[in-house]
């Protein structure tokens, strides 16, 4: 029983730690008090039966932001109206550029296909899903005026209105990974590719996308780290993602995380 609590004391107290070195990186965004971007960003999103969704999604980003900012969304062979809706968007926004992946399906070549088309000094990942705005982007991207800075992974929360039991353990899930994984108290920061702003020059030290991974997001970090090249999980205005509803959704996304985590573990030890 003893042991127990000393467990209990022991963990609470690296994960207030962990919270305290979130909470001050908040201090990165007050240092920048312009509005300018000083930075040329472009967003990118790989999108694959996402009709439910994407339109939003463009919108949010391309409503009130400059011309200067561009958004690229390739669409991964999708079978629904995705890609109807993208090109109908992509007439009313000069700044939408859209394509399809020809090549071999999923996220990862989808991502590279976009890589190609970039000529913007950042990069913004985004889930098809996610909901950002310009001041969003604009916050974060002046972190870039800090030549130390090279890639920035921000806050998140989830937009689920349904507050299913799957959502609650998320959120329980996140609260602790935030602490003790995304903080980089104990190791390099992971981060999901989703609200992940990177130097474009990142990718010619890197490499682009594996396209045989189910981790795209766990592979670049080790890369990432085995380059030396910091990650910076920040506090500050938060992306909005999509969490799972379901528990069986739930469960069939962990399995696909841990299982493609594993694996690329031991090939990149091995």
Same mark, same amino acid.
């Given at each position: 029983?003893?042991?127990?609590?000393?467990?209990?004391?022991?963990?609470?107290?690296?994960?207030?730690?962990?919270?305290?070195?979130?909470?001050?990186?908040?201090?990165?965004?007050?240092?920048?008090?312009?509005?300018?971007?000083?930075?040329?960003?472009?967003?990118?999103?790989?999108?694959?039966?996402?009709?439910?969704?994407?339109?939003?999604?463009?919108?949010?980003?391309?409503?009130?932001?400059?011309?200067?900012?561009?958004?690229?969304?390739?669409?991964?062979?999708?079978?629904?109206?995705?890609?109807?809706?993208?090109?109908?968007?992509?007439?009313?926004?000069?700044?939408?550029?859209?394509?399809?992946?020809?090549?071999?399906?999923?996220?990862?070549?989808?991502?590279? +296909?976009?890589?190609?088309?970039?000529?913007? @000094? *950042? &990069?913004?990942?985004? =889930?098809?899903?996610?909901? %950002? !705005?310009?001041?969003?982007?604009?916050?974060?991207?002046?972190?870039?005026?800090?030549?130390?800075?090279?890639?920035?992974?921000?806050?998140?929360?989830?937009?689920?209105?349904?507050?299913?039991?799957?959502?609650?353990?998320?959120?329980?899930?996140?609260?602790?990974?935030?602490?003790?994984?995304?903080?980089?108290?104990?190791?390099?920061?992971?981060?999901?590719?989703?609200? +992940?702003?990177?130097?474009?020059?990142?990718? @010619? *030290? &890197?490499?682009?996308? =594996?396209?045989?991974?189910? %981790? !795209?997001?766990?592979?670049?970090?080790?890369?990432?780290?085995?380059?030396?090249?910091?990650?910076?999980?920040?506090?500050?205005?938060?992306?909005?993602?999509?969490?799972?509803?379901?528990?069986?959704?739930?469960?069939?996304?962990?399995?696909?995380?841990?299982?493609?985590?594993?694996?690329?573990?031991?090939?990149?030890?091995?």
């Amino acid at each position: 029983m003893a042991s127990f609590v000393y467990g209990v004391i022991i963990g609470f107290v690296f994960a207030f730690i962990g919270y305290v070195k979130n909470h001050f990186t908040k201090k990165l965004l007050d240092v920048n008090h312009s509005d300018d971007v000083d930075y040329s960003v472009v967003a990118v999103i790989a999108a694959k039966n996402e009709e439910s969704v994407i339109e939003n999604t463009v919108r949010n980003l391309l409503t009130n932001s400059p011309r200067t900012f561009r958004v690229i969304v390739v669409d991964d062979k999708s079978t629904d109206s995705t890609y109807k809706i993208l090109s109908e968007l992509s007439r009313e926004f000069p700044n939408l550029t859209v394509v399809r992946n020809t090549g071999a399906p999923g996220k990862s070549e989808a991502l590279n +296909v976009a890589l190609d088309l970039v000529e913007e @000094d *950042i &990069v913004l990942f985004l =889930d098809a899903d996610a909901r %950002v !705005d310009w001041d969003f982007i604009k916050e974060y991207s002046k972190l870039f005026r800090s030549p130390e800075i090279n890639v920035v992974f921000t806050d998140f929360e989830s937009y689920n209105q349904s507050r299913t039991l799957a959502v609650i353990l998320q959120d329980l899930y996140f609260s602790f990974i935030k602490a003790f994984v995304y903080s980089g108290l104990f190791s390099p920061t992971i981060f999901m590719n989703s609200g +992940v702003f990177i130097r474009r020059k990142v990718f @010619d *030290i &890197v490499g682009k996308f =594996d396209p045989q991974t189910l %981790v !795209d997001d766990f592979d670049l970090a080790l890369r990432l780290w085995k380059r030396k090249l910091k990650v910076k999980f920040v506090r500050g205005k938060r992306c909005k993602i999509q969490y799972a509803f379901r528990l069986q959704d739930l469960f069939k996304q962990h399995c696909r995380w841990y299982i493609g985590g594993i694996k690329k573990i031991f090939e990149t030890v091995l």
